[in-house]
Each structure stands twice: as C-alpha cells, then as structure tokens.
C-alpha cells in the first residue's frame, strides 16, 4: 500500500471500523437474500505527507455507475450550492461566454445556480439514473467518469473552460493525478479549479466520524492538498470554510502561469492545521479514542431508551448512516424505519442493518417515540419540517458530536 499523494509507504493505522457494506448500497427486497458484499474499513496517516485515507480501493465502476443520492433533494443543499455559482461567478467575473464544467454533476445542482448566473455549463456524471433526472432538468451531462475522453468530448462540444469545480467527488478519486492533468488541459490559461471536500480538520473537531466510508478514498486537509498541488505544476491560491456536511473545505486552485494571486487565507489555514497537529500521528490516535468513546456514548444512550421500551424510527438515510450504525451495531432490533424523502432510497433497506427505508408518511401512521435524525448535517431542517410530531410529543436525537435528545 502506497500514499496517493506521495507514495510513500510509510502508513501508519488509525482505527478500523470493521468489516461494513458499501455506504449507498441500499439493498431491494429481493436482494435481502443475497449474501451482502462487505469490505474493510480502515484509516491511515502518510508519514510522509499527511495525508489521511482508506487502505482499500473499492472500484469506482461499483460505486458510481448506479447512485442513489441525489443532491438537490436537500433544500439546505440548494441554496449551498446556488450561492457557491453565485459567489463564484462574481468573483471571477463570470458572463455568458463562460464555461463551467461540473465533475461528478450529480443532478445538476451546481451548474443550475451557474446558468442561473447565465454561464454555459456542462457536466460529467457517470451514474447514468442520476445523469438522466439532470438531463431531463436541461442541464447538460455527460453519463462518464472525468477522464481523457470525456474532456476532448467536452472541449470539442463547448471549447475550455473558465471554471471546473469538483464539489463532495475529488475524495472518491483513486487517480487524483489524473484528474489534474485533466484539469489543466480542460482550463484556459486564467481558469480555476473549484474544489469542496469535507475537511479533516472538522471532521476531528466535531467527532463526524461517519463520513468514513468507502466512497471516501481521502480525507483532506489543506497541508497534504497544497504539496499535491505543487507536485502536479498548480498552486492553491484560496481558500475557505464552509458548513456542508459538517464542515468542508472549499479550495481554490490556479494554473501555475496564471495571474491569480495567493491570498493570505492560504497562510491562515496552514498554519492554523500545523498548530492543530494535522502532520503529527498523535492527533490521529487521540482522535480513535475519542470514536470509540462516541460509540459507546450512542449504543448505550439508544440501548437505555430501548430497555425502557420507547419505539424509535431514525431520519434521513445518508451514505454515513451506514457507518454509524454497523460500526455501533445498531440494527433493526433497535430502529424500526428510517424516513427519507428521496424517492430513490424508498422501499429499499439500509445497508448492513437492513432497516426499512420509508416516506415521511410514517409519521402519520406510527407516532414513534424517539426519532434519530441520522442526516445530522441537516438537523436544523429536519426539525423544522417535523416540527407537528415534535409538538405532539415525538422526541429527537441527534447522534453526533454528541448523543443528544432535543425536542
Ligand atoms: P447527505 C453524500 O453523503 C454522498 P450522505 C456522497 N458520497 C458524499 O460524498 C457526501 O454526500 C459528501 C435525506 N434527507 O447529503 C436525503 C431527507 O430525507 O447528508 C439524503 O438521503 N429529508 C456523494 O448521503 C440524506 O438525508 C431532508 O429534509 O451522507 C442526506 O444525505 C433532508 C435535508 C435530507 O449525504
């Protein structure tokens, strides 16, 4: 096993999560039967360029090319992503001779908040369900993964492109040498590389373990994504924190030959993640400790309310989700549904768990007594939407940082 970014081979273990499924594969009836595909989950530190990751590679064709999540089925996640084009667009002074080229366009929620800004957009998706629902929104997709092909097919349709950003997908990539030297091919001289990732330095500060999981090859911060940068002839030039799903990091990336220049958030940040200790293991090893803490922390709080014989349902059936609750073993002889509101996810059962994944109607029909809002990130618009069950007594827990019951 090498580092993806630096090749060394010096990788220290972190934790291991144990043996869990794939974190969306979310199963159908007939498909319970089947013996369930399970693989390793284990994080390691690079002593050589601090970079965090997984030790396995789960093939992409595996994960990618049938998705069932579909970003705009969060309204929060709408307007993230519609002020992102926005802000972006002004920024750099986009207009309708710009190109913005979205990689991994999921349904389109990026580029519709560019073409709401009146720039030419296209995008590559390689799940051809989640392609399609973009399609039929009137945002151009490509049904591939980002590669050679795809961006000759690109150029050839639109010309190069102003800006290429990479919103919750550069972490999912093995080959990130690959996509760069995509990147810089596809852009012009002046065009900048948009990248939003979850941010390591969130998830240890606020303990969101779960976003583990197998679709989640690296787990950035900014020291190991500036050395990449450099490696691969571009240069970071800002960056910024931003709050989707519990914490990311939107970074800013330039040809090297380009006039862009490095602005001091840059400096800020790296120097905020030395005093931290992201290049230093022993922070990776406090870190394991306190998971194996939070773990305890959830199983016994919903064993109590189980032991008590409360009736408790969850919300949201998020990929983390998944490793929430097989790392926990928190199964169905503890939840009995879990809600979503994406059509893609209901009638079918969760990974490992095999929990019934249901619509919002539930809540008519059963009025459970505790309810585990398992999409966390979205707490806040989850309880607005559920606030009549809450006035008519349904309790809500929100599982992390920490175990708590509001409501
Ligand atoms: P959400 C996704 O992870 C998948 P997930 C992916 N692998 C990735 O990298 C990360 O994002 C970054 C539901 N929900 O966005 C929708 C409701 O039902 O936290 C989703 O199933 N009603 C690309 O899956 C889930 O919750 C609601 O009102 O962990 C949220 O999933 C809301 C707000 C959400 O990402």
Same mark, same amino acid.
């Given at each position: !096993?090498?580092?993806?970014?630096?090749?060394?081979?010096?990788?220290?273990?972190?934790?291991?999560?144990?043996?869990?499924?794939?974190?969306?594969?979310?199963?159908?009836?007939?498909?319970?039967?089947?013996?369930?595909?399970?693989?390793?989950?284990?994080?390691?530190?690079?002593?050589?360029?601090?970079?965090?990751?997984?030790?396995?590679?789960?093939?992409?064709?595996?994960?990618?090319?049938?998705?069932?999540?579909?970003?705009?089925?969060?309204?929060?996640?709408?307007?993230?992503?519609?002020? !992102?084009?926005?802000? $972006?667009?002004?920024?750099?002074?986009?207009?309708?001779?710009?190109?913005?080229?979205?990689?991994?366009?999921?349904?389109? $929620?990026?580029?519709?908040?560019?073409? !709401?800004?009146?720039?030419?957009?296209?995008?590559?998706?390689?799940?051809?369900?989640?392609?399609?629902?973009?399609?039929?929104?009137?945002?151009?997709?490509?049904?591939?993964?980002?590669?050679?092909?795809?961006?000759?097919?690109?150029?050839?349709?639109?010309?190069?492109?102003?800006?290429?950003?990479?919103?919750?997908?550069?972490?999912?990539?093995?080959?990130?040498?690959?996509?760069?030297?995509?990147?810089?091919?596809?852009?012009?001289?002046?065009?900048?590389?948009?990248?939003?990732?979850?941010?390591?330095?969130?998830? $240890?500060?606020?303990?969101?373990?779960?976003?583990?999981?197998?679709?989640?090859?690296?787990?950035?911060?900014?020291?190991?994504?500036?050395?990449?940068?450099?490696?691969?002839?571009?240069?970071?030039?800002?960056?910024?924190?931003?709050?989707?799903?519990?914490?990311?990091?939107?970074?800013?990336?330039?040809?090297?030959?380009?006039?862009?220049?490095?602005?001091?958030?840059?400096?800020?940040?790296?120097?905020?993640?030395?005093?931290?200790?992201?290049?230093?293991?022993?922070?990776?090893?406090?870190?394991?400790?306190?998971?194996?803490?939070?773990?305890?922390?959830?199983?016994?709080?919903?064993?109590?309310?189980?032991?008590?014989?409360?009736?408790?349902?969850?919300?949201?059936?998020?990929?983390?989700?998944?490793?929430?609750?097989?790392?926990?073993?928190?199964?169905?002889?503890? $939840?009995?549904?879990?809600?979503?509101?994406?059509?893609?996810?209901?009638?079918?059962?969760?990974?490992?768990?095999?929990?019934?994944?249901?619509?919002?109607?539930?809540?008519?029909?059963?009025?459970?007594?505790?309810?585990?809002?398992?999409?966390?990130?979205?707490?806040?618009?989850?309880?607005?939407?559920?606030?009549?069950?809450?006035?008519?007594?349904?309790?809500?827990?929100?599982?992390?940082?920490?175990?708590?019951?509001?409501?």
């Amino acid at each position: !096993m090498k580092c993806r970014i630096c090749g060394s081979k010096d990788l220290k273990k972190i934790l291991s999560l144990g043996n869990t499924p794939l974190a969306n594969s979310f199963l159908s009836r007939d498909e319970l039967k089947k013996e369930e595909k399970k693989f390793p989950l284990e994080i390691f530190f690079c002593s050589g360029c601090s970079l965090v990751q997984l030790g396995i590679v789960v093939g992409p064709e595996l994960l990618f090319r049938n998705y069932v999540y579909v970003s705009s089925t969060s309204g929060t996640f709408r307007m993230h992503f519609a002020k !992102m084009a926005e802000e $972006i667009s002004s920024s750099f002074n986009l207009d309708e001779k710009s190109l913005a080229v979205d990689v991994g366009s999921n349904d389109g $929620i990026l580029l519709k908040g560019f073409r !709401m800004m009146n720039v030419q957009t296209i995008g590559v998706e390689p799940a051809a369900n989640v392609a399609r629902i973009a399609e039929q929104d009137g945002i151009e997709t490509i049904n591939d993964f980002f590669g050679r092909e795809s961006v000759d097919e690109i150029i050839r349709r639109k010309g190069h492109a102003d800006i290429v950003t990479a919103a919750n997908v550069f972490a999912h990539i093995d080959d990130i040498r690959d996509v760069v030297e995509n990147v810089k091919h596809l852009l012009k001289k002046e065009g900048i590389f948009v990248i939003e990732v979850q941010y390591l330095v969130d998830m $240890i500060e606020q303990m969101t373990f779960d976003n583990i999981y197998h679709e989640h090859l690296s787990y950035f911060a900014l020291i190991p994504l500036v050395h990449f940068f450099r490696m691969h002839g571009m240069e970071v030039f800002d960056a910024k924190r931003v709050g989707s799903h519990g914490g990311s990091l939107r970074v800013f990336i330039k040809k090297l030959e380009s006039s862009h220049a490095v602005r001091g958030s840059v400096a800020e940040i790296l120097d905020y993640e030395k005093r931290l200790g992201i290049g230093d293991f022993g922070l990776y090893a406090e870190f394991a400790g306190k998971i194996n803490d939070t773990k305890k922390e959830f199983v016994s709080g919903i064993r109590l309310l189980k032991s008590q014989g409360k009736s408790i349902a969850a919300y949201g059936a998020p990929a983390k989700s998944t490793t929430l609750l097989n790392f926990c073993g928190i199964g169905a002889d503890c $939840i009995d549904y879990i809600i979503d509101d994406s059509p893609l996810k209901i009638g079918l059962y969760a990974p490992g768990t095999h929990i019934p994944v249901v619509s919002s109607k539930m809540l008519d029909e059963d009025r459970p007594d505790y309810v585990v809002i398992l999409a966390w990130n979205f707490a806040k618009e989850i309880l607005e939407k559920t606030r009549k069950y809450a006035e008519k007594g349904v309790k809500f827990i929100i599982p992390l940082p920490e175990f708590k019951i509001v409501g």
